[in-house]
C-alpha cells in the first residue's frame, strides 16, 4: 500500500506551549488528507478533514482555533495543537488518500503528551 | 449520522483457533466497510474490505461478511497465529463526499500460543 509518515512519532511537550505534528503521503498524491485523536484503549475519532489548498472542515466538538490544520501542498497537512493542556494529550493519527475512488492510507500515529 | 458498533470487546484464542468479529451500522447509506489491525503503539492498517454490493470476500486466513438488510458485517479470521494478537477496529463510510470513516469502538484479540 502506499505511504503516509507521521512526525514526530512522539513529542513531550509543557502546558500553555504549542506543537505541529507533520503528516506527509510520500509516494501519491493526496487531494485529502483526515485527522484523528485516539484515547488510549479507544477508538479513533475525526477530528477534522482537509482538502488540499482549502480550510479543513471540523467535527462537531473539536475547536478549530486549537487545533490548527495546514494543507498547503498534495504531500504535506500539517495539525498543530495551540495552547496544549494535559488533556490534550493523546495519540494523534493522520490519513491520506488521493481521490474519492482510492483508500485511504494511515500514518504512524505521533504520541502527544503534554505535562 | 452512522455508529457503528462492535462485539466483542476482547477476544481470547488458542493458537489455531478461529476467531469472529461483529459490527453493526446504522446508516443504511453506507457503502464501504474496511477492517483495521492496530498493533500498539502504530496506526491502523487495512487487512480488508468490503463494498456494499459483495456479500462475502476472503483473503488468505481472513474473510468478511455483509449482511445489508440486517446491517451488519463480521471478520473471520481462521488458523489464529500469534502475531494475529492487535486491536481490530471496523468501519463503515458511504462513498460519496469526504467519505468519512465512523470507526467501531475495537476488539482487542489475544491468540496464546
Known amino acids: 500500500g502506499a505511504v503516509v509518515s507521521q512526525h514526530p512519532s512522539w513529542v513531550i511537550c509543557k502546558s500553555g506551549t504549542s506543537v505541529k505534528i507533520e503528516c506527509r503521503s510520500l509516494?501519491?498524491?493526496?487531494?485529502?488528507m483526515f485527522w484523528y485523536r485516539q484515547f488510549p484503549k479507544q477508538s479513533l475519532m475525526l477530528m477534522a478533514t482537509s482538502n488540499e489548498g482549502s480550510k479543513a472542515t471540523y467535527e462537531q466538538g473539536v475547536e478549530k482555533d486549537k487545533f490548527l490544520i495546514n494543507h498547503a501542498s498534495l504531500t504535506l497537512s500539517t495539525l498543530t495543537v495551540t495552547s496544549a493542556h494535559p488533556e490534550d494529550s493523546s495519540f494523534y493519527i493522520c490519513?491520506?488518500?488521493?481521490?474519492?475512488?482510492?483508500?485511504?492510507?494511515f500514518g504512524q500515529g505521533t504520541r502527544l503528551t503534554v505535562v | 449520522g452512522e455508529n457503528v458498533e462492535q462485539h466483542p470487546s476482547t477476544l481470547s484464542v488458542q493458537e489455531g483457533d478461529s476467531a469472529v468479529i461483529k459490527c453493526t451500522y446504522s446508516d443504511s447509506a453506507s457503502n464501504y466497510f474496511p477492517w483495521y489491525k492496530q498493533e500498539l503503539g502504530k496506526g491502523p492498517q487495512l487487512i480488508i474490505d468490503i463494498r456494499s454490493n459483495v456479500g462475502e470476500k476472503k483473503d488468505q486466513r481472513i474473510a468478511v461478511t455483509l449482511n445489508k438488510t440486517a446491517k451488519h458485517f463480521s471478520l473471520h479470521i481462521t488458523e489464529t497465529q500469534p502475531e494475529d494478537s492487535a486491536v481490530y477496529f471496523c468501519?463503515?463510510?458511504?462513498?460519496?463526499?469526504?467519505?468519512?470513516?465512523?470507526f467501531g469502538t475495537g476488539t482487542r484479540l489475544l491468540v496464546s500460543p
Open positions: 468501519a463503515a463510510s458511504i462513498r460519496t463526499g469526504f467519505q468519512k470513516l465512523v
Open positions: 509516494d501519491f498524491q493526496a487531494t485529502t
Open positions: 490519513s491520506a488518500r488521493a481521490d474519492r475512488n482510492t483508500e485511504a492510507f
